[in-house]
């Protein structure tokens, strides 16, 4: 996850979730087991985002299947080729 300007109460717990999946994952991975660390950085396009944030263009949300796609993509990698660090972001998103 990044850090931004007031997310220091948050931040802490977030890093805290990436060391552990690297830890799940170093220990798992041998055995077969792809662990990845997910970070869907953006607004979820549902009626009640799009309700909230009505000002924002399309390009600032993010499908549910195009998510689904992406983790699909990542479940299915060969075991020669695991991601671990995965980001998500709309084309749109301010990074």
Do not use: C, M
């Not at 007031?6 to 087991?33: C, W």
């Not at 950085?41 to 796609?69: G, H, Q």
């Amino acid at each position: 996850h990044r850090g931004r300007d007031r997310y220091a109460g948050f931040a802490p717990s977030k890093a805290a979730q990436r060391i552990l999946a690297q830890s799940i994952a170093r220990d798992a991975g041998p055995k077969g087991v792809h662990v990845a660390y997910v970070t869907i950085d953006a607004v979820i396009d549902l009626r009640w985002t799009r309700k909230r944030y009505s000002d924002k263009p399309d390009n600032f949300f993010i499908k549910p299947d195009e998510i689904a796609d992406e983790i699909f993509h990542v479940a299915h990698q060969p075991k020669g080729a695991w991601s671990f660090d995965i980001e998500i972001r709309p084309h749109g998103e301010i990074w």
